[in-house]
């Protein structure tokens, strides 16, 4: 088969975040396949095809990739930040496994971006520097039970955590929940950050402690992190404080 799929990674929002080599993928597509407000970010060009399609479509997007890339085109199908976390790379290979057997003869690339959890820790500091771990909050496609045992787990081990997929219209509840699973698991003043819109014009970044964090401050593009009790902060004059996970780590 001579079709191809790229599986772009945008980057958090600002197009000085996309990486050349994501750029290129994009320039060489004959089609261009996402979710519509991600593919808004890519600029036009009046010889590719555009196919938006609405967030929860995801399999079908993906499946709808492999056939553009069956019939010969050369497909970009694009993710926010990196397209292997949380994102379509996954979704396309579920597709590829169940589908048509030669699929599996396509190209496929997956270029890899910069995740809102690196933008995110950019902006705070070094909250990631040491062992840490990523979540999403999201039950659509797992059980909260699920969600709540990890999320515990990851505390008990002295994880920093990054929540991906905090909250939104259709999942109100589940951030709040977080935060009251892992209070009695960890001290009042550990840190945890609101990034959101990071590196768009929106941003906003908010730096509390889990005694007092809001989940009011998390919409659909949050990234949260909880830090442990070894996290340092670094208080400022006139500015947020920097955060950073020391390199070494006590028995305790
Ligand atoms: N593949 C993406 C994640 C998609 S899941 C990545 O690697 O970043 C969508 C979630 O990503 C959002 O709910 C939010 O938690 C996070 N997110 C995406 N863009 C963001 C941004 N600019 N600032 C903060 N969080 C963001």
């Known amino acids: 088969m001579t079709g191809r799929i790229a599986v772009v990674g945008l980057g958090p929002g600002d197009p000085g975040h996309l990486t050349p ?11 261009l396949v996402g979710y519509a407000p991600y593919l808004a970010r890519v600029p036009t060009c009046p010889t590719q095809r555009r196919h938006p399609s609405d967030n929860r479509a995801e399999s079908e997007r993906a499946r709808f990739a492999a056939h553009l890339a069956a019939d ?11 397209p292997g976390v949380f994102a379509m790379a996954s979704t396309l290979f579920e597709a590829i496994e169940a589908g ?3 699929w599996r003869t396509l190209d496929i690339e997956i270029i890899p971006g910069i995740s809102a959890m690196c933008a995110a820790a950019a ?23 699920v969600v709540a045992r990890r999320l515990a787990g990851a505390a008990r081990a002295g994880f920093v955590i990054a929540l991906y997929n ?23 003043p550990t840190p ?3 990034a959101t819109a990071v590196t768009t014009p929106e941003e906003r ?9 809001d989940p009011a401050l998390a919409d659909m593009r949050t990234l949260v992190l909880i830090g442990t009790r ?7 004059p006139a500015a947020s404080p920097w955060l950073y996970a020391p390199r070494r780590s006590s028995a305790a």
């Open 100 to 102: 048509a057997s030669d």
């Open 123 to 145: 902006r705070i500091g070094a909250p990631l520097g040491h062992d840490f771990c990523a979540i999403s909050l999201s039950d659509n496609l797992k059980p909260w039970e």
């Open 72 to 82: 010969g085109r050369s497909v970009a199908l694009v993710s926010s930040g990196d």
């Open 230 to 236: 070894e996290m340092r902060l670094i208080e400022r």
């Open 205 to 213: 970044v908010h730096i509390t402690d889990l005694g007092q964090a």
């Open 166 to 188: 905090p909250r939104s219209r259709a999942r109100p509840w589940q951030l709040g929940a977080a935060f009251d699973l892992l209070r009695p698991i960890l001290p009042a």
């Open 192 to 194: 945890v950050a609101f």
């Open 21 to 31: 080599r994501a750029s290129a993928a994009l320039a060489d597509a004959t089609d």
